[in-house]
């Protein structure tokens, strides 16, 4: 069987969400059958409101996105556990998931598929109805809490994810410089968390765990929190990568005044004390009359 690749650019998650919202639906009007197709995903923790293009090759994969197409556009991402699976069963995918819309697909010569999707709403799967010849199971949807009434918690958390991203990208991550755009227009809680967490490629286990946080201010917290932790890693690397810098500097100096005093005593005509030294060693085990093989030793 060929791999199923997920690739996602920046733009692709950010930059357009909200020009390509237009051509998909609007996830709190989306009429979701209650069985839907299931696709399985390797590495990627589809989000709400995410696009991203997914390239299917799996024989099951490519023909549950064909039944998608049959029956509304709409299909269950489900995120494998463990990546390197060929073929998963149910106990090998999360249980919480997102329903998607196709919104474009396109056949590739080689046989796979390249379907342009976006999350919808979060989904529980609540059994799997059939697995041959393709995935397809009962599902819950989780449809998003009401934004909570302002209050001074929530605005304290929006303003401080806002500034933990701008932090985050000046110590250079690589995220697109216009989330910050995106976030200034951004006040529902829940949406914004799924945003940051969707362009801060997280570990499958992060990922699933925002994903499975149904109330929005608790998930707001918990992307706060992993946003920490991110700008504690990047601060260290950045002071690791000074230091050694700056130990590369010295070592080069170093060298260079080496290479300095060289030069001044070959102009000169002297020798420093350290190749006295040697040669008087030299002479040593010269007269010594050692045997050939402690005699190499020794010149080591």
């Not at 690739?7 to 390509?20: H, I, P, S, V, Y």
């Not at 009429?31 to 293009?53: C, G, H, K, S, W």
């Not at 401080?160 to 809680?189: C, F, H, Y």
Request: charged residues 35%; aromatic residues 2%; without cysteine.
């Amino acid at each position: 069987m060929k791999k199923e690749e997920v690739m996602a650019t920046d733009d692709a998650r950010l930059g357009q969400t909200n020009e390509l919202l237009h051509e998909g639906i609007d996830p709190e009007h989306a009429n979701i059958p209650e069985i839907l197709p299931v696709l399985p995903i390797r590495d990627v923790v589809v989000f709400p409101y995410m696009i991203l293009p997914l390239f299917v090759g799996r024989e099951k994969s490519v023909l549950a996105v064909e039944e998608a197409l049959k029956e509304g556009r709409m299909i269950f991402l489900n995120t494998q556990k463990d990546m390197a699976e060929e073929n998963p069963s149910t106990k090998d995918l999360h249980e919480m998931g997102t329903v998607g819309l196709i919104m474009k697909m396109l056949r590739l010569p080689d046989g796979r598929v390249k379907a342009l999707v976006q999350g919808l709403t979060r989904a529980r799967r609540i059994e799997m109805v059939k697995t041959e010849p393709f995935m397809a199971a009962r599902i819950e949807t989780l449809p998003e809490v009401g934004a909570p009434a302002k209050d001074y918690e929530s605005e304290a958390l929006v303003r401080s994810v806002r500034e933990k991203v701008e932090a985050v990208i000046e110590q250079g991550k690589g995220i697109s410089t216009e989330i910050m755009m995106v976030l200034e227009n951004i006040d529902d809680v829940g949406r914004l968390a799924d945003i940051v967490a969707a362009n801060l490629s997280l570990k499958i286990a992060d990922a699933m765990l925002i994903l499975s946080a149904h109330e929005p201010k608790e998930r707001l917290g918990q992307v706060l929190a992993l946003l920490d932790r991110e700008l504690q890693v990047l601060e260290m690397q950045k002071k690791i990568k000074s230091a050694a810098k700056e130990e590369m500097s010295r070592s080069q100096r170093e060298y260079y005044l080496r290479q300095q005093m060289k030069a001044i005593q070959d102009e000169l005509g002297v020798e420093d004390e350290h190749s006295e030294e040697m040669d008087k060693l030299k002479k040593s085990i010269e007269k010594a009359k050692m045997s050939k093989e402690a005699r190499e030793e020794a010149l080591k």
